[in-house]
């Protein structure tokens, strides 16, 4: 009987708030014993929820008189709550090796028991190349709808096997002539961002000893013991017997047995525990007695098991907690003379419980939050739920609870600010716009009006436009992300955030995949600086400017030697100081999350440090498979080409923070973007940024986008929380970059599916309709582009792109292929736009349509 802890490398969901490094909750780790053993009866859930308890209520006849005068009555006020709970379910994992029908190739098959969108992370390792054990497969070998991971690694999505049936697989075909040693592979859960290894490691299949066909040996034979890493255990493997005629002698015996050793394949099962958020709601209603002028509050939910209100009332404004004078509902209790305690009836059906509530007339406000177990809270975006009663019937009920928690709270406003009623003059304006679009857009005025009369008709529409929002501007109270006043900015003084620089910054990546090729691009980017500040951009985006194993600077050695492929060290204060006098602020690329050694342990692992920071394996992780580090476990992602640092040690951390700030005093960067953030906790980038003050800071947070079948889903929520819990974890002290409206804009564009241009909520779907003011959007890069193009962007719509990130909220960047191309004049029209109408990182967007022909915003 063997034991398998599967830890997940993010230890919470994205719905809940991140990690703190001191005080988190952190969830235990599975440690749940299993038997491998061949399925019999096919796949089943194992998903194991509490049981509904059951309850018997006799109602008294003062509750049925209220109950009924509560429904003879009119409801002033009522709205639904969401409330997102989370529960822990338990399944397995099934790895499987079997050879096909015509017994020509090996089927690895990797399954899962557990609903959720499941991601197989995995590479292979060669025979000839010891060095790494992570490589990307032959093309042939990839399954289809699989995504490149840089140039490491595949991600292919798992699919349902069957229908009825919560059990998803995929399946890869393995050549027994090719030189792969073995497939090594995480799991990843899309819809948590969760990462699930095996033992605190990669799960590892050799297959040297399991391609034995005929004789036919690839490479050398290596029994499994020698393998290091997390192997599977329990291979079930058979001698095939030969005639002892043929044994020629007994010393020839040992060989022939080990020649002839076939594989008949194995299965496993490992435990699995997921974190799955459940939705629930809870619905509020309030009406008024009229023969006791008393309010009369109703609360129903669906959630199961036992709900407790934990509940009081307030008098103002203030909304402090007070216990209300009798009658209660039953089963109502005084918690330490501060609140009350109602414990919800179930319902006739049986499905969820509720309570009615008789409330004093003097009071003004109905305070709850609801509680499940001993530590199980409910409550709306960290505060108390809070409802309205008579007495303040004439304010806004507050919004029910918002799903994902990392979104600012301020943006509530919007919502409430778009239902204010407009005069009807400026109804008018707007039937008159729909007519004209309704004239312009028709089959047939297409086909007979001339181009001046169609462009006459779309002059007068943008006359109209302009009109009612004139209107709608000085009829209601503007309300922004930050409350930033946009009237007379000249006399308000412009604070500068580190998340956000001014809020009007425009950003160039100044280098591409090629540049270190040249040997002097410091120089060369030099001569363009004039040309760079005219064409509109405020900040410049530099190369990584260490040395470095790879010549693009991203895997550093010496963090203080600044010689690199891009020039020398006084080259590089050369460009920033010419930089510096035509008005651009400077970003260094700062890579953090890894760094490479300059020594080989006693054990041959390249894992001690050599130049100023002469750290040893302390400084390592000690969850890297790779390099075998003493440090403490890692707060993030593994990269795989290099040892990950552990930013948990206290040495680390002040000697990153030494190396930043010098970086700003002898180089004069003013700010920072940070590669690979995804690989160590935001609080510790928090770190970094109070001790630097930089700027302008973003982060390279990139993950795969939501997929189903290889299709690209309309939803992508969970994608874009992921960010957001990013950038709340650095205390909103660094922006990041917009993935998820990349890859939305990929989609939209080249497939002219306009529609994913709007949440469900009529935003904008990517990071920038969450949190703009910390989003840096763009559409190429030197990974996604260049020569490396791992996700380029669609080919003769790059314009279209621009056209969507410079006239949008957020922090746009542009690729520096493109400003130095063909496309230069165009772009430079677009950030001449965006200056003119001063848009900005907090700018508001409201979507009014959405069409193949049309697409209509309002920014505010």
Known sequence: MSTVAIEPL???????????????????????NFSPKLLSNGITSFCKFKPHRAYTVRASSTDTALLETFESSPSFFKETF??????????????????????????????????????LHWGVSYLDDVGSEWDQPPKDMIPPGSIPVKDYAIETPLKKSSEGQVFHEVKINLDPKSSIAALNFVLKDEETGAWYQHR????????????????????????????????????????????????????????????????????????????????NSATVSVTKCFKTAKNLL???????????????????????????????????????????????????????????????????????????NENTWLKCKENDFYIPLSSSISFPAQPGQRQFEGVPVSEKTEEANQEVSQVPYTDDIINEIRNLVHDISSEKSRQTKTKEAQESILHEIEKLAAEAYSIFRTSIPTSTEEAVSES??????????????TGFEILLQGFNWESNKSGRWYMELKEKALEISSLGFTVIWLPPPTESVSPEGYMPKDLYNLNSRYGNIDELKDLVRSLHEV??????????????????????????????????????????????GR??????????????????????????????????????????????????WGGYVKDYIDATEPYFA???????????????????????????????????????????????LHSALERCEYWRLSDQKGKPPGVVGWWPSRAVTFIENHDTGSTQGHWRFPYGKEMQGYAYILTHPGTPAVFYDHIFSHYQSEIASLISLRNRKKVQCRSTVSIKRISLFFHWKVLL
């Open 631 to 680: 440090g403490n476990k890692s707060s993030g992602d593994s990269f795989h080409a290099a040892p990950n640092i552990d930013h948990s040690q206290e040495f680390v951390r002040k000697d990153l923070k030494e190396w930043l700030c010098w970086l700003r005093d002898e180089i004069g960067y003013d700010g920072w973007r940070l590669d690979f953030v995804r690989g160590f």
């Open 298 to 372: 109703y609360l129903e939910t669906d959630l199961p098991g036992e709900v407790v209100v934990h509940w009081g009332v307030c008098r103002d404004d203030a909304k402090n907690w007070e216990i209300s004078a009798g009658p209660y509902p039953p089963e109502t209790t005084v918690f330490k003379n501060r609140a009350l305690r109602t414990l919800l009836q179930p319902k006739d059906g049986g499905d969820g419980c509720s309570g009615l509530f008789t409330l004093g007339k003097e009071f003004i406000g109905f305070l709850f939050v609801l509680k499940l």
């Open 583 to 628: 008005g651009l602020k400077i970003l260094g690329d700062a890579v953090l999350n890894h760094r490479c050694a300059h020594y080989q342990n006693q054990n041959g692992v390249w894992n001690i440090f050599g130049g100023r920071l002469n750290w040893d394996d302390r400084a390592i992780v000690a969850d890297d498979p790779h390099f075998q």
């Open 200 to 279: 605190g490691r990669d799960f590892k299949v050799p297959l040297v000893d399991h391609l034995l066909i005929d004789g036919n040996v690839v490479g050398a034979k290596r029994g499994f013991n020698i393998w290091p890493g997390a192997f599977l255990p329990n291979m079930l493997l058979k001698a095939e017997e030969l005639p002892s005629k043929d044994q020629d002698s007994n010393s020839d015996s040992k060989d022939a047995k080990q020649e002839n050793k076939h594989v008949q394949g194995f299965y496993q099962e490992q435990p699995i525990t997921k974190q799955v958020v459940i939705q």
């Open 488 to 501: 007379e900015p000249q006399e308000t003084p412009t604070k500068i955030c580190s998340g956000t620089g």
């Open 82 to 119: 969401s409330l997102a709970r989370t529960e822990t379910v338990e399944g397995k994992i099934f790895i499987r090796l079997d050879k096909d029908e015509d017994q020509q190739c090996w089927q690895l098959s990797v399954g899962c028991s557990l609903p959720g969108k499941w991601i």
């Open 698 to 744: 973003v982060g390279e947070y990139w993950d795969s986008l939501s997929y189903t079948y290889g299709e690209m889903d309309h939803n992508q929520d969970a994608h874009r929380q992921r960010i957001i819990d990013w950038i709340n974890a650095t205390n909103g002290a660094a922006g990041a970059f917009d993935v998820t409206t990349k890859g939305i």
């Open 10 to 32: 993010y230890r919470y969901s994205p719905r809940e708030k991140p990690l703190c490094h001191c005080r988190a909750k952190i969830l235990k780790p599975s440690s749940l």
